[in-house]
């Protein structure tokens, strides 16, 4: 699975890509048929609470999975988004077992 970083406005520190990679990982679990996740994470409004916005794309065969967080920290919103994707992950598979049935 590639991971795939970005960053918006700002330079995201050695620390939090170490935080995005780790908790990205994760996401295989749910998943093996991932194929690269696209991590963008942004500064909206600067100066003002809730402005770290981060978004995952999910590439998987045939399908795209997208999710899109604001929150107080990148470390927060990232957390946000990985438990949407999760969800969004386990649907994907049960419609998945449910078509090759």
Known sequence: ??????????DAGEKLQDYVQKKIGKLEKFSTDIRKVEVSLKVTKPETAMNKEASLT???PGDNLF???I???FEE????CVD????Q???????????KK
């Open 1 to 10: 699975m590639e991971i795939k970083i970005k960053t918006i406005h700002f």
């Open 58 to 60: 999910v590439a998987l």
């Open 67 to 69: 999710v899109e967080k």
């Open 71 to 73: 929150a107080d920290t």
């Open 77 to 80: 919103a990232v957390d946000l």
């Open 84 to 87: 949407s994707l999760t969800r």
């Open 89 to 99: 992950l386990e649907k994907y598979k049960d419609k998945q077992r449910n078509s």
